[in-house]
């Protein structure tokens, strides 16, 4: 690795997706958003299943949101490597849905 005092900013940047991404797949990994997604677009999905899904999607906007202002904070950054973030602060609004609440 690369000394923090060095860190060009593409590694920074590519950090900081990479902590995103992750931290939303540990809440919602790519099939459980997937079949979400899936649920959410078929016409003949039921109102409540999709009511039940829009706090998720809340929650990622609110996720992302964090992530570019960082992302622009980096960009803007003298010193992007000093820029620091932290995506738990987001566990305690996790809606919490799982997949299996409307499959079994």
């Known amino acids: ?21 992750a931290y939303i797949c540990s809440h919602y990994d790519m099939g459980t958003q997937a079949s979400f997604q899936a649920m959410y677009s078929i016409e003949t999905t039921p109102a409540e299943i999709k009511t ?39 566990d305690v609004t996790d809606p919490g849905v799982a997949l299996d609440s409307f499959i079994v």
């Open 52 to 90: 039940t899904l829009l706090p998720v999607w809340a929650w990622v906007q609110s996720v992302l949101r964090e992530y570019y202002t960082k992302r622009a904070e980096i960009s803007a950054s003298l010193a992007p490597h000093l820029v620091t973030w932290d995506f738990s602060q987001f």
């Open 1 to 21: 690795p690369e000394p923090m005092d060095t860190k060009p900013l593409s590694s920074c940047l590519s950090e900081l997706k990479q902590e995103v991404n």
